[in-house]
């Protein structure tokens, strides 16, 4: 059970590889969260807003690497335009914008909340 599980983790692991080498909105979203971290460190967050700002960035990059699998699917079933297939990637794309619009929304609410406070 622990080898199938190791595996599994490894092959997890090489898909976020995969997805950091081959998009680089990943690597700016993986550097934007590395950032609100530091940031909710340097404002001496409470944990649950550290909760909240953890899971805002997780839910940011989950959604770009399951952005990126649809994608990346839809591109090897349909290598030509087709507009359905536009229309699913702009709802994964639509899905990844609001998810990073509420990240950044709650960043600069909980931010400026600890930036009043301090004033």
């Not at 995969?18 to 944990?47: D, H, K, P, Q």
């Not at 990126?68 to 794309?93: F, H, R, S, Y």
């Not at 929304?105 to 930036?115: A, S």
Request: charged share 15%.
């Amino acid at each position: 059970m622990f080898k199938r599980w190791l595996r599994s983790f490894w092959w997890a692991m090489h898909g976020l590889q995969t997805v950091w080498r081959e998009e680089s909105n990943f690597r700016i979203e993986v550097g934007v969260a590395v950032l609100a971290v530091i940031g909710a460190l340097v404002y001496n967050f409470t944990y649950i807003e550290f909760a909240f700002v953890l899971v805002a960035c997780v839910m940011v990059l989950a959604g770009e690497v399951v952005n990126t699998a649809i994608e990346d699917l839809c591109n090897k079933v349909e290598p030509e335009e087709n507009a359905a297939i536009g229309k699913i990637k702009d709802i994964m794309a639509a899905f990844v914008l609001l998810s990073a619009a509420g990240a950044v929304l709650l960043g600069l609410l909980m931010l400026g909340n600890h930036m009043l406070a301090s004033s």
